[in-house]
């Protein structure tokens, strides 16, 4: 079985400086990873993804997050922080060998402070 | 594309009634799901469909039913509201092939239960 934790429902950062938002997942076997955004009444759209190729994968809107397969991580990160990145962000986990089913994280808010 | 869609966006029901959200995609995926959204809870699922024809419980399946009327819709039905089905109900869509492809999901429906 598969399962994600994200660190922190709320982080706040400045805008202009360094967004870090964790995620840990637990999986029995090599998982793909995922990384969504929510926006304020919309629904989820993908950031990036981690599917056994490359360990740093670099997303939309200048998001990247690295795969740790001893730490068991894929933590989201993004240089410097823009007004806009506010909003819900989502970790996800599933399968490769079914694929059938994600398990998502409980999220976490990003503020960015003017 | 519209991607996917619907139908309603805000619906509130009074304890024991019933109602049908509706979903449907344009992109020719295989794979459909219903998740609800609680505040700090994530996304949950409550069913999916890796196929027309066939259904699969998810987390929280019960005082559900779906109905996969073809290969772009899917349907979630509440038959006798309660109000600890206040909640945000996402549709998603997955394909085309079996392992890694994102799911895309649609706006949302907001549902109150008095």
């Known amino acids: 079985a598969q399962s994600v934790t994200q660190l922190g429902s709320h982080v706040s950062v400045s805008e202009g400086a360094l967004v870090l938002l964790r995620c840990n997942y637990s999986?029995?076997?090599?998982?793909?990873l995922f990384w969504y955004v929510q926006y304020p009444n919309q629904g989820l759209q993908l950031l990036l993804k981690?599917?056994?190729?490359?360990?740093l994968v670099k997303g939309i809107n200048g998001f990247e997050a690295e795969f740790k397969k001893s730490e068991t991580s894929f933590h989201l990160t993004k240089p410097s922080a823009h007004m806009s990145d506010a909003a819900e962000y989502f970790c996800a986990v599933s399968d490769p060998s079914t694929g059938n089913q994600f398990y998502f994280g409980t999220g976490t808010s990003l503020t960015v402070i003017p | 594309n519209a991607g996917v869609t619907q139908t309603p966006k805000f619906q509130v029901l009074k304890t024991g009634q019933s109602m049908t959200l509706q979903c449907a995609q344009d992109?020719?995926?295989?794979?459909m799901y219903w998740y609800r959204q609680d505040p700090g809870m994530g996304l949950r699922l409550i069913y999916y469909s890796a196929s027309e024809g066939t259904t699969d419980k998810g987390e929280v399946p019960n005082g559900y039913n779906v109905s996969r009327l073809n290969k772009r819709e899917f349907s979630l039905r509440l038959e006798s509201a309660a109000p600890s089905q206040t909640s945000v109900y996402f549709c998603a869509s997955r394909g085309p092939s079996v392992t890694a492809d994102t799911q895309y999901f649609g706006p949302g429906t907001r549902l109150t239960v008095l």
């Open positions: 992109m020719n995926h295989n794979s």
């Open positions: 981690y599917t056994s190729a490359a360990t």
């Open positions: 999986s029995s076997v090599p998982p793909y």
